[in-house]
């Protein structure tokens, strides 16, 4: 009996067709490109949709019982439809989650989290002094955000995002930050503005 060299030692048609189906199916799988990487927004949405699941806000901050949790942002939008349809469904405490685009900071005083958007940032010792209250975590990805009075800032490591805290800010707002969370940021200490 002639050796066929093929796996299995089959020399026929079907066995040739098999090992050469599995083969090109390998191969096939190798060419496929892999998914995309999210991009910076992408994972900065998915930060502040868990940001509602690892944050407890005090009682006050969600009085109204039919009310949605709203993310409100302030400034320039740098998401586009990104946090909307990461957040698209979904609830924060058993309300549905909204998203608002305000256009001035006096319009997202009634929102659970803010984002600056860095487009603020000669604006931002006025707009961390209009939302110093009880229930807001104010969130941003301007340099030095956390360090002067932002709850939470958005910074990039090795093109990585990662995030900052300021515990001093998060505990006069009266919220309370899971230890989970605590563990994945840089803690950084500042003064209020």
Known sequence: MKASGLPFGGAGKLERAVVAALLLGAAMARAQPEPPS???????????????RFVEWPPEALRDPGAAFVIAIVGRDPFGVVLDETVGGKAAGGRPIEVRR????????????VFVSSSERSNLAAILKALDRPGILTVGDTDGFAMRGGAINFT????????????AVTGQAGLKVSSQLLKLATLVAGPRP
């Open 156 to 167: 990039l490591q090795a093109r990585k995002v990662r995030f900052e805290i300021n515990r």
């Open 38 to 52: 999210p991009t910076e927004y992408e994972v900065k949405a998915a930060f502040l949709y868990n940001f509602t």
């Open 102 to 113: 305000v256009a001035r900071v006096e319009e997202a005083r009634d929102a659970q989290i």
